[in-house]
């Protein structure tokens, strides 16, 4: 990604996303349209400026979701109804899942993406209930505590588990959480996680 200069989003995935979309073969390519509809799929060698062009109608400079600020989108947007709309649905849809996530307990998601959404939002009406879900974190009871089992519980990949001691350990700091933090969401995600490790810990060597 470095030596071509990746100007786009990129993540690395274990395979079950292209079991998902049926992909058979790689390289793989989708092209996705400005309303979100996958309007193009094939090897990317056959993806050319005709089929691409078409598919920019409408689209931002950037992915709605990757903009440094929603009033610089919405005011690129000002002679656009249609886009304005659909960028103000995306916030209320962002702002939504953030509120969500802080009913359900999930307190890493909501400093992750609450305080990133507050910065997009800047002066925008939705940006002062989003800093109060934020700042309430310090209110709630071991809540530092919640992140830092909630992060360990991601570190924990078991596709790059190799040794049966890697996953005991694994294991044995699953059960930490659970025991430490009974009723919360770090106890939700290491029960799930454990779950998992339990089905693949007789495979490891």
């Known amino acids: 990604m470095k030596r071509f200069k990746v100007q786009y989003p990129y993540a690395y995935e274990a395979g079950k996303l292209s079991n998902h979309f049926g992909v058979r073969g790689i390289p793989a390519a989708a092209?996705?349209?400005?309303?979100?509809?996958?309007?193009?799929?094939?090897?990317?060698?056959?993806?050319?400026?005709?089929?691409?062009?078409?598919?920019?109608?409408?689209a931002l400079k950037k992915p709605i979701f990757d903009v440094p600020s929603f009033e610089g989108a919405l005011d690129d947007a000002k002679s656009d109804a249609e886009l304005q709309a659909k960028i103000r649905a995306h916030i209320d849809g962002r702002v939504a899942r953030v509120k969500a996530a802080h009913e359900a307990g999930n307190l890493l998601f909501v400093r992750e993406q609450g305080t990133r959404l507050h910065k997009q939002l800047g002066k925008l009406e939705q940006a002062a209930a989003v800093k109060e879900l934020v700042d309430g974190i310090a209110k709630v009871e071991n809540g530092e505590?919640?992140?830092?089992?909630?992060?360990?519980?991601?570190?924990?990949?078991?596709?790059?588990?190799?040794?049966?001691?890697?996953?005991?350990?694994?294991l044995d700091e699953l059960k930490r959480i659970v025991k430490e933090l009974p009723d919360t969401y770090a106890e939700t995600m290491a029960r799930a996680k454990m779950e998992e490790l339990v089905r693949v810990l007789p495979g490891l060597k």
Not at 33 to 58: M, Q, Y
Not at 145 to 158: H, L, R
Request: glycine letters at 10%; a positive charge.
């Open 31 to 58: 092209l996705v349209d400005a309303d979100g509809k996958v309007v193009w799929s094939g090897h990317p060698a056959e993806l050319n400026g005709k089929i691409i062009e078409p598919a920019l109608k409408g």
């Open 145 to 170: 505590k919640i992140i830092a089992a909630q992060e360990s519980v991601q570190k924990i990949d078991i596709d790059k588990l190799k040794k049966k001691k890697d996953g005991e350990k694994a």
